[in-house]
């Protein structure tokens, strides 16, 4: 069974930084698209950042320029690195992986969330 699991959340004052990392665990064979999405209280959940297997990213207007999406292969984990940060960038953020199991097919896995609070 795959696991994804975040860490690096936490409070910060505007203008400050923070370094989410999501690592997956179990029997891989392979992962495509790693990304990272948020969700803000009474929002729909939206994405902030993807990053394909080859290195290719794709990122959401309002952090273009702040934020810096990045995958480390080889342990199977996608990092968040998100500077210059806003109240408004306060959310839930998860992170998702298309995933293939050994013995399966690609499917797509949700972190549990860790959550991100912009405030003085």
């Known amino acids: 069974q795959v696991r994804l699991v975040e860490s690096g959340g936490g409070l910060v004052q505007p203008g400050g930084s923070l370094r989410l990392s999501c690592a997956a665990s179990g029997r891989i064979w392979s992962i495509n698209a790693m990304g990272w999405y948020l969700q803000a209280p009474g929002k729909e959940r939206e994405l902030v950042a993807e990053?394909?297997?080859?290195?290719?990213?794709n990122y959401a207007d309002s952090v273009k320029g702040r934020f810096t999406i990045s995958r480390d292969n080889a342990k199977n984990t996608v990092y968040l690195q998100m500077n210059s940060l806003k109240p408004d960038d306060t959310a839930v953020y998860y992170c998702?992986?298309?995933?293939?199991?050994?013995?399966?097919?690609?499917?797509?896995?949700w972190g549990q969330g860790t959550q991100v609070t912009v405030s003085s």
């Open positions: 990053i394909s297997r080859p290195g290719t990213t």
């Open positions: 998702n992986m298309n995933v293939r199991p050994v013995g399966s097919v690609f499917n797509d896995y």
